[in-house]
């Protein structure tokens, strides 16, 4: 498990506190300690298991979203979601798995995300 508090940088390189708030067998929820309840930073991070045609596949996913509030005072989320599902089978080896967290990595850039967000593919 990781360590209950974690410090990840924002993209100013500022470290943000993340602290647990939550925990489960299968999910722990993480919230930044410079933001309060009603609108706050928040990491999750769940794992699931299945099975199918016997093979075992588990997947990771780790969540970050953050709630504002409008100008019409309504609440909204901005969220980050990544997904690392990966099959129980030795075809899959850690180097596959390495280069799959590189390429999203290097492709959510901050020009390649301006272009998704404007809906390009």
């Not at 979601?81 to 999203?104: M, Y």
Request: proline fraction near 2%.
């Amino acid at each position: 498990m990781f360590n209950s508090n974690l410090s990840i940088n924002d993209a100013s390189a500022v470290a943000k506190s993340f602290n647990l708030v939550f925990q489960n067998g299968t999910e722990t929820r993480r919230q930044d300690t410079a933001t309060d309840h009603i609108t706050p930073r928040v990491m999750v991070v769940r794992h699931s298991e299945s099975t199918r045609n016997g093979i075992t596949t588990q997947r990771h996913n780790v969540l970050f979203s953050k709630r504002v509030e409008t100008a019409e005072g309504e609440f909204v989320d901005a969220v980050c979601s990544v997904a690392l599902t990966v099959p129980q089978d030795g075809a899959v080896t850690q180097a596959i798995v390495d280069d799959l967290i590189a390429f999203a990595k290097n492709f959510l850039t901050t020009g390649n995300t301006t272009q998704l967000l404007r809906g390009e593919s």
